[in-house]
């Protein structure tokens, strides 16, 4: 598991972990059901506080992505997909609608726009 | 509390090189065998209040797994352990050397040191540090000079005194000294232990 | 959660200083860093954790048990690293081994001659000509021996350079990987606890000024800088301390939430360090 900490970001470091555990996980890298390090580990190995681990562990629970078993360690947790897709389609959505706009301002028809897409994703 | 004791002879391996070599300077002087006795059973208890007036000294060995009373009881305790110690090396030493000694000198040698030892050793927790060895050394030159004078009052007054004491049995005497030299020695081993449980480092 | 140590209500007075009525928690497996000025009463608390010093009142409980009727099975599980060197600084290693090892029940030999191995310390040259970092190590590798499960270091990195304190950071770090040890750790130099610190506790002329996570710390804290015009009365009353310039001011808030409903986008707000906060602590609440 990669992690890059940056000590001069504004994000706090927590963040940081929980993020990029997060996006390792939605990418497909970080499996269900595979152990990832204790948070003691994952700290000497980023060289940073236990509670700091500790914190993106509890975040990264709260949010379903991993689970906890005492004694035994955190595990990747099942991803529920239905989920994920419906929370991807809203930003889709989204995305479109600033298209949308953006289009409109400068007089952009819907035909010209489709062709476009339709170039843009067969790419 | 055996190591507490044991430590001082780790601590004093250099000095107990010159043990041997001191004792026997008095052999040659020719000294009397109650003042060696008395001398050679100081040289331990002395150094290690030497190291131990130290502030850190008292820090490491609070920082361990010991009590204070641990700590004051292996300083009268060890005092006695080399005392016996130094006695039969002296008394060997005296054998070899051929000169005569008695049991009485013993009993003087040893009754002085404990003596001596039951007056000084509060003073190490009285005192700041620094100016303890000064006091101490001085104290036990007084000490001598005075045993030395007590010696020749002895001889010059002979008569009243004799008197007084061969108005006691010798059993008498004997067991009279050794109960008040033991009485002090207990004092201030209370005193001590009183004084240090108070103190902070 | 457990706490190893437990100060309650504890006062010390001296001539000129004092503690007065402190509480202090540590919890059990983390490392708390324990800050303050020189002079601020951090030796004082560190002094009475170790019972070199007994409070005038109050109870001192550590790994749940109080020195009147525990004190050698407390100090059996303590390790301690002062700064400057405790051991008879004439004895080598070797001797120093002799006379401290069997003070302790659970002395592990072969741990021993692994951390003297790992510290490049030599077993035969008095202690008096290593240098300071050395010295550190030598507490340390005794500390570790006898498996102390909290293990008390005041101000271990003064004096260090910064190679020797990233080692000793590395250590202590790996040292908490099991999650049975505690490390109570007092200095003044703060950048030492930016990377293992877990608690803060922050004491200013003999009163704790807070013991918090840093996580805490920085939601708690903060820098604030803005143009002068913006500070009166009523504004300035979120601020710990204001520090004033013609270019506009800077200051501390423990209060981030009222300074945004005050000034809004007015100022800029910015993560306070450890440092920071202990400059404008030292200047008062409320002082202009």
């Known amino acids: 598991m990669q992690i890059i900490i940056s000590n001069s970001s504004k994000e706090p470091i927590y963040e940081q972990i929980t993020n990029q555990i997060k996006s390792s996980i939605l990418a497909g890298e970080l499996e269900e059901g595979t152990a990832i390090p204790s948070m003691r580990k994952l700290a000497k190995d980023l060289q940073i506080s236990v509670i700091t681990t500790k914190r993106a562990y509890e975040e990264l ?18 991803q529920n997909l239905e989920l994920m897709k419906e929370k991807k389609l809203k930003v889709i959505e989204e995305q479109l609608n600033s298209v949308i706009t953006n289009s409109r301002e400068i007089g952009l028809s819907l035909n010209e726009l489709q062709d476009l897409l339709k170039i843009l994703y067969e790419e | 509390m055996f190591n507490l004791i044991r430590r001082d002879l780790i601590l004093q391996k250099r000095q107990l090189l010159i043990f041997a070599p001191f004792v026997c300077f008095f052999i040659f002087m020719n000294s009397h065998p109650a003042l060696i006795f008395l001398i050679a059973s100081v040289f331990i208890p002395l150094n290690t209040y030497a190291y131990d007036e130290k502030a850190e000294t008292n820090i490491l060995l609070n920082s361990l797994p010991y009590t204070r009373k641990e700590i004051i009881a292996s300083r009268y305790v060890g005092a006695v352990v080399y005392m016996v110690l130094s006695i039969g090396f002296s008394s060997l030493a005296l054998f070899i050397f051929n000169k005569p000694f008695t049991v009485t000198d013993m009993a003087i040698g040893s009754s002085l040191f404990l003596l001596f030892a039951a007056l000084t050793f509060p003073l190490f927790y009285i005192l700041k540090p620094g100016y303890i060895s000064t006091v101490v050394i001085i104290g036990f030159i007084v000490t001598v000079i005075l045993f030395q004078a007590a010696e020749n009052f002895l001889a010059q007054h002979l008569t009243a005194i004799t008197e007084f004491v061969t108005g006691l049995s010798t059993t008498t005497l004997y067991a009279g000294s050794a109960v008040a030299v033991l009485t002090l020695y207990a004092v201030s081993w209370i005193i001590s232990s009183v004084i240090y449980f108070r103190k902070a480092f | 959660m457990e706490n190893v140590v437990e100060l309650n209500n504890v006062s010390k007075s001296f001539k000129g200083f004092s503690i007065d009525h402190m509480d202090l928690q540590v919890k059990k497996g983390f490392v708390t860093g324990f800050i303050g000025a020189n002079g601020a009463g951090k030796s004082t608390t560190i002094k009475m954790m170790m019972n070199l010093l007994r409070p005038d009142n109050g109870e001192v409980k550590i790994l749940g048990l109080d020195y009147e009727t525990h004190e050698k099975a407390i100090k059996e599980r303590i390790g301690f690293v002062y700064d400057g060197n405790v051991f008879f600084e004439g004895l080598n290693l070797k001797d120093i081994k002799r006379i401290v090892a069997p003070a302790y029940k659970s002395w592990d030999h072969s741990l021993f001659a692994q951390y003297v191995e790992q510290f490049e310390l030599p077993l035969n040259k008095p202690i008096k000509t290593f240098s300071k970092g050395m010295q550190m190590k030598v507490s340390l590798a005794i500390a570790l021996s006898h498996h102390a499960e909290l293990i008390i270091m005041d101000e271990p990195t003064a004096g260090l350079d910064p190679i020797f304190r990233r080692e000793l950071l590395d250590l202590l770090q790996e040292l908490m990987v099991d999650g049975e040890r505690t490390i109570f750790f007092s200095t003044h130099i703060t950048t030492d606890l930016d990377r293992i610190a877990d608690y803060i506790a922050f004491i200013q002329n003999g009163e704790l000024i807070f013991n918090q996570s840093i ?74």
Not at chain 3, 251 to 269: M, P, Q, R, W
């Open chain 3, 215 to 288: 996580h805490e710390v920085a939601e708690n804290y903060a820098l604030v800088k803005g143009g002068m015009e913006l500070l009166d009365r009523d504004t300035e009353k979120s601020f710990v301390h204001v520090h004033r310039a013609p270019t506009g001011f800077e200051a501390l808030t423990d209060n981030i939430s009222a300074v945004k409903n005050t000034f809004g986008n007015e100022v800029i707000i910015e993560r306070a360090s450890l440092e920071d906060i202990m400059y404008y602590v030292k200047g008062g609440k409320n002082v202009v």
């Open chain 1, 61 to 78: 629970e709260k949010a379903g992505f991993i689970y906890s078993i005492v004694g035994k360690g955190s595990f990747v947790a099942e």
